[in-house]
């Protein structure tokens, strides 16, 4: 009995469907968040204007619907939280991963005064929670709370903001956007403090008068008869809603205090069924049975790289089987996916994915670097993916001989004027400069718009370049033994993009099939001495017309079929302008 319960068991509920119901809940509570914040920002307008679009705010979340709606989401997505602790072996994650956990917690433990306070009120009271009675209550009755109030709205959107961009960070669509986004996620909590602050001064002022009723501090909020006095007087109401605090505090501190005990008491149990994971370097890590080679990994100190952060998603934590394959289970359809893909022997498996059930002996096949600036639990800042784009290589034909008689210096300042022309135009038509080799430079362009923009804002730059270098070829005429002449190479296509190097001579750059091609390409523009080639994906993406463009068919160093490119002149690249 004991042996299964520790054995790996396949979930009643799979984790892509738990992943859609975090989702789901998610962005129910971040819609009701975005238009909470909204409704603030009113109030910079006037309070009345806050209040007309309150109503409208009331009725799509109180009604039955809005209200189960909402409810549920929130207790689902504090459960899936929890749950997600649970089955955590190690709490041992990436800083990102623990603010996102911590921010998900935080957000019930602050938000229970408010709920009580408004909505447990309305529905026993009769209390008419009007953004001048909540404000008075904020601003002047219990300031702290306000404060109180404004961190849980800064949290509770920073934790949405995060959880989004997570969601969206892999889809080439979502960069284009980002920065009207990010733009977004900092201007509307910051227009809703402005609007709780304005409307905070306009209730101190409303205050220090009377109303007609001749009530001292005005008139706030209406509440149903309680009794036979009429009115319930305000230290009664907060003697009656103690037990509710009381219930919704208690109910939160039991699950955290459950939620441990059960870890503690999966942890005692399972000392009792442990698996030995032998690494190449000696090191033996004992884990309990369940424990995927990578917590083990984590769990013993042993950089282990994980990309994705074991989601099963990139292949960099795989291992080498060595010893112990009759003691691992097969693998699940997501880690066969991922297997097929990079087209792996048998003795191959994720890290991320793996529980043995017995002792095995493994080998990581990628050997992270002994570089202080990666730590052992961190992802790295941008990692690889595929992702369309166009690469762009240019380089100065016949500059050797135009170097020979010329000092360091003269050369240095030649190269840097090239440069900064170069750069300055791919930049400006929405490109990325990789690198610099000698005289030639690499650049991307799509990693921030479409491939049909990205083709067009290319070609656009490579027409600009060979006209600007002609105007510095003209302006150093003197200077030089003959005049400046470029060749560029364009191609599109499939590339991994993705942060590389080492210590701080790390930056984004492309590697793959395009890269190489897009290299070949510069090299066929110097071949047909011409200022420009691009190959056929690109004026296909790019939707230009090519009729009376020389086109040839060449062949390109690892490609079994041939290559159809455009061969362009100095004098017809001004059509791409």
């Given at each position: 009995?004991?042996?299964?319960?520790i054995?790996?068991?396949?979930?009643?509920?799979?984790?892509?469907l738990v992943?859609?119901?975090?989702?789901?809940?998610g962005?129910?509570?971040?819609?009701?968040?975005?238009?909470?914040?909204?409704?603030?920002?009113?109030?910079l307008?006037?309070?009345?204007?806050?209040?007309?679009?309150?109503?409208?705010?009331m009725a799509?979340?109180?009604?039955?619907?809005?209200?189960?709606?909402?409810?549920?989401?929130?207790?689902v997505?504090?459960?899936?939280v929890?749950?997600?602790?649970?089955?955590?072996?190690t709490?041992?994650?990436?800083?990102?991963?623990?603010?996102?956990?911590?921010?998900?917690l935080?957000?019930?433990?602050?938000?229970?005064?408010?709920?009580?306070?408004?909505?447990?009120?309305?529905?026993?009271?009769?209390?008419?929670?009007?953004y001048?009675?909540i404000?008075?209550?904020?601003?002047l009755?219990?300031?702290t709370?306000?404060?109180?109030?404004?961190?849980?709205?800064?949290?509770?959107?920073?934790?949405?903001?995060?959880?989004?961009?997570?969601?969206?960070?892999?889809?080439?669509?979502?960069?284009?956007?980002?920065?009207?986004?990010?733009?977004?996620?900092?201007?509307?909590?910051?227009?809703?403090?402005l609007?709780?602050?304005?409307?905070?001064?306009?209730?101190?002022?409303?205050?220090?008068q009377?109303?007609?009723?001749?009530?001292?501090?005005?008139?706030?909020?209406?509440i149903?008869?309680?009794g036979e006095?009429?009115?319930v007087?305000?230290?009664?109401?907060?003697?009656?809603?103690?037990?509710?605090?009381a219930?919704?505090?208690?109910?939160?501190?039991?699950s955290?205090?459950?939620?441990?005990a059960?870890?503690?008491?999966?942890?005692?149990?399972?000392?009792?069924?442990?698996?030995?994971?032998?690494?190449?370097g000696?090191?033996?890590?004992?884990?309990p049975r369940?424990f995927s080679?990578?917590?083990?990994?984590?769990?013993?100190?042993?950089?282990?790289?994980?990309i994705?952060?074991g989601?099963?998603?990139?292949?960099?934590?795989?291992?080498?089987?060595?010893?112990?394959?009759?003691?691992?289970?097969?693998?699940?359809?997501?880690?066969?996916?991922?297997?097929?893909?990079?087209?792996?022997?048998?003795d191959?498996r994720?890290?991320?994915?793996l529980r043995?059930?017995?002792?095995?002996?493994v080998?990581?096949?990628l050997?992270?670097m002994?570089e202080?600036?990666?730590?052992?639990?961190?992802?790295?800042?941008?990692?690889?993916?595929e992702?369309?784009?166009?690469?762009?290589?240019?380089?100065?034909?016949h500059?050797?001989?135009?170097?020979?008689?010329?000092?360091p210096?003269d050369?240095?300042?030649?190269?840097?004027?090239?440069?900064?022309?170069v750069?300055?135009?791919?930049?400006?038509?929405?490109?990325?400069?990789d690198?610099?080799?000698?005289?030639?430079?690499?650049?991307l362009f799509?990693l921030?718009?479409?491939?049909?923009?990205?083709n067009?804002?290319?070609?656009?730059?490579?027409?600009?370049?060979?006209?600007?270098?002609?105007?510095?070829s003209?302006e150093?005429?003197?200077?030089?033994?003959?005049?400046?002449?470029?060749?560029?190479?364009l191609h599109?296509g499939?590339?991994?993009?993705?942060?590389?190097g080492?210590?701080?001579?790390k930056?984004?750059?492309?590697?793959?099939?395009?890269?190489?091609?897009?290299?070949?390409?510069?090299?066929?523009?110097k071949?047909?001495?011409?200022?420009?080639v691009?190959?056929?994906?690109?004026?296909?993406?790019?939707?230009?017309?090519?009729?009376?463009?020389?086109?040839?068919?060449?062949?390109?160093?690892g490609?079994?079929?041939?290559?159809?490119?455009?061969?362009?002149?100095?004098e017809?690249?001004?059509?791409?302008?």
């Amino acid at each position: 009995m004991g042996l299964m319960t520790i054995q790996a068991r396949k979930p009643i509920i799979s984790d892509r469907l738990v992943r859609k119901f975090r989702l789901g809940s998610g962005l129910v509570v971040f819609s009701f968040v975005i238009m909470h914040l909204a409704n603030h920002s009113l109030g910079l307008i006037s309070l009345s204007a806050a209040e007309r679009a309150q109503q409208w705010f009331m009725a799509v979340w109180r009604n039955p619907v809005g209200t189960l709606l909402l409810y549920s989401a929130l207790i689902v997505h504090i459960l899936l939280v929890l749950r997600l602790l649970y089955i955590r072996r190690t709490l041992i994650m990436p800083p990102g991963e623990a603010f996102q956990i911590v921010t998900g917690l935080l957000v019930p433990l602050l938000l229970i005064d408010h709920i009580v306070a408004t909505r447990v009120v309305h529905v026993v009271y009769g209390y008419h929670d009007t953004y001048r009675a909540i404000v008075h209550t904020l601003w002047l009755t219990s300031p702290t709370s306000g404060v109180r109030q404004s961190i849980l709205l800064v949290i509770v959107w920073l934790h949405g903001c995060i959880g989004v961009h997570f969601w969206l960070r892999f889809r080439p669509w979502y960069i284009a956007i980002a920065p009207v986004l990010l733009s977004f996620a900092i201007v509307l909590p910051v227009l809703a403090l402005l609007g709780f602050a304005a409307m905070g001064k306009i209730v101190t002022h409303d205050a220090a008068q009377p109303d007609e009723r001749g009530y001292a501090g005005g008139y706030y909020s209406d509440i149903r008869s309680f009794g036979e006095t009429g009115s319930v007087p305000g230290s009664q109401m907060a003697d009656t809603l103690w037990p509710y605090r009381a219930g919704f505090y208690g109910a939160f501190s039991l699950s955290i205090v459950g939620l441990f005990a059960f870890r503690a008491h999966r942890r005692l149990r399972e000392r009792r069924y442990q698996v030995a994971i032998r690494y190449p370097g000696g090191e033996v890590v004992h884990a309990p049975r369940g424990f995927s080679v990578l917590e083990a990994s984590r769990l013993g100190g042993i950089p282990h790289y994980s990309i994705c952060g074991g989601k099963g998603q990139c292949s960099t934590c795989r291992v080498q089987i060595i010893d112990g394959a009759e003691n691992l289970p097969p693998p699940e359809a997501l880690e066969q996916k991922t297997l097929n893909r990079i087209g792996a022997t048998p003795d191959v498996r994720l890290a991320c994915q793996l529980r043995p059930t017995g002792n095995v002996s493994v080998v990581p096949l990628l050997t992270p670097m002994a570089e202080a600036a990666i730590p052992v639990y961190t992802q790295a800042a941008s990692p690889g993916r595929e992702r369309e784009i166009v690469v762009f290589f240019c380089d100065l034909r016949h500059f050797t001989a135009l170097t020979e008689s010329r000092l360091p210096f003269d050369i240095v300042f030649l190269l840097n004027r090239y440069f900064a022309l170069v750069g300055r135009i791919v930049e400006e038509n929405g490109g990325r400069m990789d690198k610099f080799i000698g005289d030639g430079a690499m650049a991307l362009f799509g990693l921030r718009a479409t491939p049909k923009e990205a083709n067009r804002q290319a070609l656009k730059a490579a027409a600009a370049i060979v006209r600007e270098i002609d105007k510095l070829s003209a302006e150093l005429a003197d200077e030089l033994s003959s005049p400046l002449e470029i060749a560029i190479g364009l191609h599109s296509g499939l590339a991994v993009v993705g942060s590389m190097g080492y210590g701080s001579v790390k930056n984004v750059t492309a590697i793959g099939d395009t890269v190489n091609v897009a290299s070949r390409l510069e090299s066929v523009a110097k071949e047909y001495n011409t200022a420009l080639v691009f190959s056929e994906p690109v004026a296909r993406l790019s939707g230009i017309d090519v009729d009376g463009v020389e086109s040839r068919e060449i062949a390109v160093r690892g490609r079994g079929e041939p290559l159809r490119v455009y061969i362009v002149s100095k004098e017809a690249s001004s059509r791409f302008a």
